[in-house]
C-alpha cells in the first residue's frame, strides 16, 4: 500500500508540474450565482480537442467562503462527447476541518481547492466536441458560500519509455 501511495502522489505531482498553465486550452472560473449553486444548475465547459493523440490533464475547483455552511463539498464531473458520456466520477473536497477550519489556498474570506480529473493524464478518443460538466452534489437544493467554479485543460508531454 505505502508503495502504491507513493507513485500516485508523484503521478499527481508530475501532472501539476508538467501542466503549464500558458498553454492550458482552457484555464478559466465561473461565478455562480451570489445566492447560491442550484443542483439543476451545472457549470458546462465545451472544448474543441483538434489532437486526439495528445495527453491532457483537466482540473477543476471551487472558491469558497465562511458563508459555506457545511464541512464537505461533493461534485459530480462528466465529460460528453458526441458518443456519449466519456467519463464521470464524484469528487469530496473537504472544505474545513473537525474544528471549522476552512481549507485550501488563499488567505483571508475566499479559499480555493483544486483536484484533477481522474488519477493521470488521458487521451479523448476522437477529435471533436468536448463538453465537461461540473455539478454540485449536496442535499440542500441549493448552497450558499461557493465563489466560482475553476476549470482547467492543459495537454502535458507523457514520454513513452522503450525498453
Partial sequence: MPKFFAFFS???LFALFACNRNESLVNTYIDIDADGWAQDS?????????DADLAYMAFSGIRHNP???YRNLYLFREVESERGIEYRDTIYFALSDAKGVRQGSGSGHTR????????APFKFGERGYYTFRIT???RPEKIPGIESVYFRLTPVKVENKEE
Fill in 67 to 69: 458563508n459555506y455552511p
Fill in 136 to 138: 454540485q452534489g449536496m
Fill in 42 to 50: 451545472s457549470v458546462e465547459i465545451t472544448v474543441m480537442i483538434d
Fill in 10 to 12: 508523484f503521478a499527481i
Fill in 112 to 119: 480555493e481547492i483544486v483536484a484533477p480529473f481522474g488519477m
